[in-house]
């Protein structure tokens, strides 16, 4: 063999190993891409529908990205040599797919118990409030509600988008130059 074999030789081993590595650049590039769709809160360009009340707006953390628990559970769940699967939410994050894709959650009616707590000291000395704590609660009611709808829109970060194609085959460029 002489030198030009061995160096098509290496050049083809080389381009190998990168097809090879083709759907684990394309598993981690998409997981980037989403988790920046979540940090920018838009996607494809467009930005997340914002709340349509500013009274219920919450008055911490940013829009999709309170805890970071829905950040957290974006992962890739599998590569082969010819696909790659990623996935978002967990038994802790089962909204996951409600943000993702928008849906509009039924509530039934019933009768729900109320609990209070009668302030006896502190700021709140003689006052009835709500209370989150039913075995430190002075007493509580039965209320009837009526069944509702909750309305969650679209605010999109997973999904085939011509962003993603557009950063998978700059991620497969720049790969490719280095052979």
Known sequence: MDKFDKQLEALFKKIDTKIELAPQLV???ALEH???ALLKKEWDGKPY????????????????YRTG?????????????????LSAGSSRVLYAKAHNEGETIQHKGG????????????????????????????????????AY????????????SQSL???????????????
């Not at 194609?165 to 052979?179: A, M, Q, Y």
């Open 27 to 29: 598993a981690e590039t």
């Open 111 to 146: 009768v729900k118990h109320i609990t209070f707590k009668k302030h006896t000291r502190g700021k709140f000395k003689g006052k009835t409030l709500f209370s989150k704590n039913n075995e430190r609660a002075s007493f509580s009611q039965k209320a009837s509600v009526g």
């Open 69 to 85: 628990n829905l950040f957290r559970t974006l992962r890739i769940n599998y590569v082969y040599h010819d696909r790659a699967g």
């Open 49 to 64: 529908q914002p709340y349509k009340d500013k009274k219920r707006e919450p008055s911490r953390g940013s829009l999709m």
């Open 149 to 160: 709808s909750i309305t969650l829109p679209k605010r999109q970060f997973m999904g085939k």
């Open 165 to 179: 194609i557009t950063d998978i085959k700059t991620r497969f460029k720049t790969n490719f130059k280095t052979l």
């Open 34 to 36: 989403f988790q920046n």
